[in-house]
């Protein structure tokens, strides 16, 4: 059974950074995308960043320039190095990994930003 688990969220004051990691258990073949995304109260959740297979990035406009997006194949993990935090930046971050057959999605975990 293959299980994703997320770390490195946390509370942060504004203009802060943080560092969240998504690794997966289990076995899990042929992962083409690696993604975040997040979800504020009462809003939808939202895609942050997702990276390709071949290191293709695509970023949220309210995140580009701060954040950035990596994967290890050898360690099947993804990283979101986010700086200059915003309040707005605020949720719960998810992470998703997309194979030819499947979807996982991690349990989430909690970036608040304020002071």
Same mark, same amino acid.
């Given at each position: 059974?293959?299980?994703?688990?997320?770390s490195?969220g946390?509370?942060?004051?504004?203009?802060?950074?943080l560092?969240? !990691?998504?690794?997966?258990?289990?076995?899990?073949f042929?992962?083409?995308?690696?993604?975040?995304?997040?979800?504020?109260?009462?809003?939808?959740?939202?895609?942050v960043?997702?990276?390709? !297979?071949?290191?293709?990035?695509?970023?949220?406009?309210?995140?580009?320039?701060?954040?950035?997006?990596?994967?290890?194949?050898?360690?099947?993990?993804?990283?979101?190095?986010?700086?200059?935090?915003?309040?707005?930046?605020?949720?719960?971050?998810?992470?998703?990994?997309?194979?030819?057959?499947?979807?996982?999605?991690?349990?989430?975990?909690?970036?608040?930003?304020?002071?």
């Amino acid at each position: 059974q293959v299980q994703l688990v997320e770390s490195g969220g946390g509370l942060v004051q504004p203009g802060g950074s943080l560092t969240l !990691s998504c690794a997966a258990s289990g076995r899990i073949f042929s992962i083409s995308a690696m993604g975040w995304y997040r979800q504020a109260p009462g809003k939808q959740r939202e895609q942050v960043a997702v990276i390709s !297979s071949g290191y293709i990035t695509t970023y949220a406009d309210s995140v580009k320039g701060r954040f950035t997006i990596s994967r290890d194949n050898a360690k099947n993990t993804v990283y979101l190095q986010m700086n200059s935090l915003k309040p707005e930046d605020t949720a719960v971050y998810y992470c998703k990994f997309t194979t030819f057959s499947s979807a996982y999605w991690g349990q989430g975990t909690q970036v608040t930003v304020s002071s």
